[in-house]
C-alpha cells in the first residue's frame, strides 16, 4: 500500500455527505485537500455498513433520517469517489506493515 493512501473513517464519509453537520466543512476540505494531492482513499465493507446505519436511523436517535432511496444515491456517489478495500486477512496483514 502506498504512503499516499488512506483509509476514510466513517465519520468522515458521514460528515462529506450531510451539509447540515458541523463538520461537513472541514470534511469536505480534508477530503478535496487528500484528493487534490493525488492521494488513494479508502473505504471498507465496514464502513459502507455503518454509513448505511447512520444515513436511515431518525434524527430523534441520532441518524441523519435519510431514506433508504436517499441513502442509496450517497453510498452510490461515496463508491464512485472512494476505493474500496476488500475485508480480509492480507488487507490487515498490509495494513500492519504500514505502521
Known amino acids: 500500500m502506498s504512503t499516499?493512501?488512506?483509509l476514510l473513517d466513517?465519520?468522515?464519509?458521514?460528515?462529506?455527505v450531510q451539509p447540515s453537520?458541523?463538520?461537513y466543512q472541514l470534511a469536505n476540505v480534508a477530503v478535496s485537500h487528500l484528493i487534490?494531492?493525488?492521494?488513494?482513499?479508502?473505504?471498507?465493507?465496514?464502513?459502507?455498513?455503518e454509513f448505511?446505519?447512520?444515513l436511515t436511523r431518525p434524527v430523534e436517535r441520532n441518524g441523519y433520517?435519510?431514506?433508504?432511496a436517499e441513502a442509496h444515491i450517497e453510498a452510490q456517489r461515496m463508491e464512485g469517489q472512494f476505493q474500496l478495500i476488500p475485508d480480509g486477512i492480507h488487507v490487515h496483514q498490509e495494513c500492519a506493515e504500514c505502521l
Open 4 to 6: 499516499n493512501a488512506f
Open 10 to 16: 466513517t465519520n468522515v464519509i458521514l460528515r462529506w
Open 21 to 23: 453537520d458541523p463538520g
Open 36 to 49: 487534490d494531492s493525488g492521494c488513494s482513499l479508502f473505504y471498507t465493507s465496514q464502513n459502507l455498513g
Open 52 to 54: 448505511w446505519n447512520v
Open 65 to 68: 433520517g435519510f431514506t433508504p
